[in-house]
């Protein structure tokens, strides 16, 4: 159990601008630091629904995750693998941070900032023998608007799902 301290604690950088919505999550985890950073970075692990690329879109041999690289995802909103229950979209991002010494990573999209500017930070924190993971995006501009009206509440528990999903895989393998 974390104690007081540990609550008041973040690894998440503070937030660089204001945005229409934010969207987070934060779970304990009961597994050691480097155990959880390995599996969030595992991103040949995450198949299709995730790869690093080129600026054309194209998977790149090596997919470790390193700041000014693309990202393409294939996400749903709802969070689920069914095509039927849910839309697949796909968004590109540029890798922002992956950070193995602060345990932090983060990309924002790749649109235009006056329609939209998204940044998303993961970051994990050690609570004795486990850990803390934390996410935090930031939506601002117009198309901001339109992503809280349509998609927050599908995001959130996207968010959600990713926590429990780390944790999950995190404490079986512990």
Not at 30 to 49: N, S
Not at 59 to 69: F, I, K, S, V, Y
Not at 104 to 117: E, I, S
Not at 133 to 158: D, H, K, N, T, W
């Amino acid at each position: 159990m974390p104690s007081e301290s540990d609550a008041a604690t973040t690894n998440l950088p503070p937030q660089t601008y204001e945005g229409v919505f934010t969207m987070a999550v934060s779970c304990d985890i009961d597994a050691p630091i480097e155990t959880v950073w390995d599996i969030l970075t595992d991103f040949p692990k995450y198949g299709e629904c995730q790869q690093i690329t080129d600026a054309a879109r194209r998977p790149l041999a090596d997919q470790t995750p390193a700041a000014g690289q693309h990202l393409l995802m294939h996400v749903h909103i709802l969070p689920t693998l069914d095509d039927a229950r849910a839309k697949r979209t796909a968004t590109f991002e540029r890798i922002l941070a992956c950070d193995p010494a602060a345990r932090r990573l983060a990309w924002a999209v790749l649109l235009p900032a006056w329609f939209l500017r998204a940044e998303r930070w993961q970051a994990l924190s050690a609570l004795g023998g486990g850990t803390r993971y934390e996410s935090r995006e930031v939506f601002a501009g117009p198309g901001a608007y339109l992503i809280r009206m349509m998609m927050r509440r599908g995001l959130q528990e996207s968010f959600d799902a990713m926590a429990d999903a780390l944790k999950a895989r995190a404490e079986g393998q512990h």
